[in-house]
């Protein structure tokens, strides 16, 4: 197992520690917008949870085995976009509330850090955030090419969201994730 450096280590128990926080503003925040009704609170703030706690991991020694978990879950965040009816640009934005969350909660512990420092771990967040933005767009456009291909137009929705298969992909993604946060 490789180590991570300790500034990063920091930053990771820092958002761990904001996690309840950062989920419940940004469950808030999605409350008001389009698309989000259709989806019970308590699982868009376990999803919200989930991507957090894999941020989490992508900080971690466990990096690269975490890499594929945040894909995973970012693929099916867009997957989930999509079902709600969002347009490409709304998925973009509501994973852009994770960086200024990210900011908000943890940006004045990293502010502490050696300047070098906290550019590097504002950097690595920025890039975990990036990616996971590209990934959930790769999920939302899978989601609706699959739509258009396998839907009649006519007589269905080109994409349909339940609780509680939601609810069955999110405990498939937080077992995927179980092993290496139980190895933190």
Same mark, same amino acid.
């Given at each position: 197992m490789r180590s991570s450096h +300790?500034? =990063? !280590? &920091?930053?990771?128990?820092? $958002? !761990?520690?904001?996690?309840? &926080?950062?989920? &419940?503003? %940004?469950? @808030? %925040? !999605?409350v008001g917008r389009s698309g989000s009704r @259709?989806? +019970?609170? +308590? $699982?868009?703030?376990? =999803?919200y949870r989930l991507i957090v706690e894999t941020l989490v991991e992508m900080l971690g020694p466990l990096k690269r085995e975490a890499r594929m978990v945040w =894909?995973?879950?970012?693929e099916h965040y867009g997957r989930t976009a999509a079902a709600r009816g969002l347009a490409a640009g709304e998925v973009v934005e509501e994973l852009q509330q994770l960086r200024v969350l990210l900011i908000k909660y943890i940006g004045a512990f990293? #502010? $502490?850090?050696?300047?070098?420092?906290?550019? &590097?771990?504002?950097l690595r967040l920025n890039t975990?955030?990036?990616?996971?933005? #590209? #990934? #959930?767009?790769?999920?939302? $456009?899978?989601?609706l090419v699959a739509s258009l291909l396998l839907t009649d137009r006519d007589s269905q929705q080109l994409t349909e969201t339940n609780a509680d298969d939601m609810a069955r992909q999110l405990d498939g993604l937080e077992a995927e994730l179980g092993p290496l946060a139980g190895r933190r």
């Open positions: +300790p500034t =990063q !280590l &920091a930053a990771a128990k820092a $958002t !761990l520690d904001a996690r309840d &926080a950062m989920v &419940a503003e %940004w469950a @808030n %925040w !999605l @259709n989806i +019970p609170r +308590p $699982t868009v703030e376990r =999803q =894909q995973h879950v970012m990293v #502010a $502490t850090m050696r300047p070098r420092r906290a550019v &590097a771990v504002f975990i955030v990036d990616s996971g933005i #590209a #990934a #959930a767009v790769v999920g939302y $456009t899978d989601a």
